[in-house]
């Protein structure tokens, strides 16, 4: 649903028990005295219609017994009971409810949501643990034991796995903002849970356990909007491919892979973990380590093994070792005894004193383009606390610069303690802090494409989509869902991917020796069968026919394999291409596919024959733009040849990326395309072409943008008009917008600026900057009104956004128009299309919040028909004002 009433799960005043027990060992009894001991400071009532008290608190019989209405009741009662308690509940006003009790029937669970959404009651559960908030000293679960405050919030969807997490945490001092069982999450689910965290002051990092995820484009957004707040970090049960079901193509056999959910995560900005002792390795770096997207490391070290260690954790890992320069070499030098290791890592020697470490450091972190690890192995020769405390100033004037490692246990305990409690981040081992940096830079990277929002394009590169139209419509009237080869090629020609020039001919020698002839010698033969998708799984492809007589032998000879392999199949014909030699050519795979969960799905690897026991692969969310495609390319190991390698020359990477794309621009413009091949696609310097394809449409049209997990850009937005003699363009704000942005903010007056509620200053920070231009679509809209220049480009003149809720319920805006322009009418048409965007899209009412002097917005406002009140933050302020707009009726 959204965040509507979350506040009352984890902040309650008011906590009933419905269901208490002095029974030892019941539920009822386990959570009622989890309530009491937890500190909670609210106020707690117990409900049980068979006692009069319980440890001293009054029972009372029935909820409408109840002093008033709790914010929150926790119910452990039997499955049939569930539905009316929750009725009963909404009805006195209560806003949130955990359901303990396990076993509801599909009818039990929906009669129980039917009676929460009359009162748009919220309902965590049922069939779970409960949640624990140890800021409010909430302890609403039946969980073993309590959890530590803390800024980590941990969300998982197996009960068994909250207890035993708590259990683990404790044991190591982690603490908790939230602690959170799922249960069936029949209606608060992830995507609640992100929103609300997302925003949360308490909360630095998310945890999730997650073995499914249901509503994949309400996930993604929550998690994109979460992610840009703070680090999300999910580990997910599931990664084998058991149950995956046969398909046409390689990538449809990957639908619905876990392969699938690591593409959607990564998109998202979320880090995906194996582990556990990685989700929290993972969690506590993001969270204490200030990142400055360092790649390099240095590895200072007091003992030669644990440097090994280190560098060989950091080989596996894929992390960078830094150079020394001759000048770090000198200045090590001069403060290391002769036999250091005069290299990466830095063996300060197990004899080294305090000032050794200090001075070490210091030459190190002169080198801004590397982090360091310190590795410390203790000694009896200085204390590791008097270490730790030296280097301490150091790393703290240098901060995402240090991390620390202080290898052991009792004798090192101190230093360790002094480290964390210093915000330093500090690892049990090397290989720990290794991996943690290796989780740094895959994080970084799904952070980066977070940022990138491109438009569906339609096509638009100088396809023919009236072709591919005809192509397609063809085939479903024949009653067919699979492409011929020729079919294939055509359509992927007409999409603006290069192909072979391919005849087709009946199966006869002579006709196939009359297209050779016409393309040119040598030619490559395939069989043509509809029933056929893997031609050379039957002997149905024959390569480098160089004459007529070669030629007309591997027809004979083709048509006695493919019948003895294939009997059940018609053959068609043949297809007839040339030869393609091209010099330094890689084969490639480009590929698309539908997921039952996350939509359409991209797929591009190392292609050929051997594709699937090549495995080389990487998947990615459509829409694609070209940043977008060569981090897809470059997740994959064939990635590193096509750069070109002794005397092999590097491919047109960028026309490998362009053939994603148009791939990318099909899904969106062709909503029958349920799945595609194409592979070979050969790669050279030259560019792309596309040896063979197979192609599978439906008439239940599983793909088009509209099935995108991730909203495109909404280029059916795009307007032009006519303001002041001139041709203006009013669109959404796109990415690329940013430097437009920034010239825009930089022409309004500052009175302009403190009068609106978006900017409160002129100069602002790219960060800032890439949040008000590279927005989630589906969250909220940024209209922006452009011109011409007359030296090419365009200048922003205005703009106008709303933030939208979660539920859809509300949006708040704000517009501004460059100050110079004022008063003639462009925050007028800006809002006039915001807010028909904002009707067609659901939205139920617009608001915001007006300064009293503010007179033109004021006024604006009255004329669009908002009306206007005191502004319920402030009610008795007479400096702001409440302006709202219903946009649907009634």
Sequence with gaps: MSIRHLDALFSPASVALIGASGRPGSVGATVWRNLRAGGFGGRLYAVN????????????????????????????????????????????????AVVITAGLSAEQKQAMLDAARVHTLRILGPNGIGLLSPHVGLNASFAPCGAAKGSLAFVSQSGALVTAMLDWAGSRGIGFSHFVSLGDSAD????????????????????????????????????????????????????????????????????????????AVARAGLLRVDTLQDLFLAAETLARWRDQGIEHLSILTNGGGAGVLAADAAAQAGVPLSGLSPERIAQLDAVLPANWSRGNPVDIIGDAPVARYVDALSALLADRQAAVLLVHAPTAIVPSDEIAQAVLPLAQAH?????????????????????????????????????????????????????????????????????????????????????????????????????????????????????????????????????????????????????????????????????????????????????????????????????????????????????????????????????????????????????GYRDEPAADVDAVAEALIAVSDLLAALPELAELDINPLLAHPGGVVALDARVRVSARRPAGAAAFAIAPYPQHLVQTLAWQGLTLTLRPIRAEDEPQHLAFLQRLDPDDIRLRVFYSRRHIEHSELARLTQIDYDREMAFVVTRPLPEGGEETLGTARASVAPDNQDAEFGVIVRSDLKGLGLGALLMKALIEHLRQRGTRRLVGTVLTRNTGMLGLARHLGFTETANPEDPDSAETRRVTLALQPG
Excluded at 192 to 215: K, N, P, Q
Excluded at 227 to 237: L, T, Y
Excluded at 528 to 542: A, E, F, Y
Excluded at 557 to 572: C, E, H, K, S
Aim: charged letters at 20%.
């Design 49 to 96: 219609a068979r006692h009069q008290a319980l440890d001293g608190a009054p029972l009372f019989a029935c909820v409408a017994d109840l002093p008033e209405a709790p914010e929150l009741a926790v119910v452990c009662t039997p499955p049939a009971t569930v539905p009316g308690l929750i009725a009963e509940l909404g009805a006195r006003g209560t806003r949130a």
């Design 399 to 643: 901060p995402g610069r240090v991390l620390g490692c202080w290898l052991g246990g009792n004798t090192v305990a101190a230093a360790r303690a002094r480290c964390r409690a210093a915000g330093l981040p500090d690892f049990d081992t090397p290989e720990d802090a290794v991996r943690a940096v290796a989780l740094l830079r895959t994080w970084r990277e799904h952070q980066a494409e977070l940022l990138q929002t491109p438009p569906a394009r339609s096509l638009a590169n100088g396809a023919d989509l009236a072709t591919i139209r005809r192509l397609v419509d063809a085939v479903l009237a024949d009653g067919r869902e699979l492409l011929t080869e020729a079919e294939a090629k055509a359509l992927l020609a007409a999409a603006g991917v290069p192909t072979v020039p391919t005849q087709v001919v009946p199966p006869d020698a002579d006709a196939a020796v009359a297209a050779a002839q016409a393309l040119g010698w040598p030619v490559a033969l395939k069989v043509l069968s509809r029933q056929i998708t893997h031609k050379s799984d039957v002997g149905g492809v024959r390569l480098g026919i160089g004459n007529a007589d070669e030629l007309r032998a591997a027809v004979a000879a083709m048509l006695v394999r493919v019948q003895q392999a294939r009997p059940d199949a018609t053959i068609d014909g043949f297809t007839v291409q040339p030869m393609v030699r091209l010099k330094h050519a890689h084969e490639l795979i480009v590929g698309a596919s539908v997921d039952p969960l996350f939509g359409p799905v991209l797929l591009f690897g190392a292609g050929g024959t051997a594709v699937e026991v090549l495995a080389d692969r990487a998947l990615a969310l459509p829409p694609l733009n070209r940043p977008l495609a060569l981090a897809q390319i470059a997740r994959t190991r064939v990635a590193r040849l096509l750069k």
């Design 188 to 263: 608060v689910d992830f995507a609640d849970l992100l929103d609300y965290l997302g925003s949360d002051g308490r909360t630095r990092a998310i945890l999730l356990y997650a073995e499914s995820v249901r509503g994949a484009r309400k996930f993604l957004s929550a998690a994109r909007a979460a992610a840009r707040n703070k680090p999300v970090i999910v580990v997910k049960a599931g990664r084998s491919s058991a149950g995956q079901q046969a398909a046409a193509s390689h990538t449809g056999a990957l639908a619905g892979s876990d392969a699938v959910f690591d593409a």
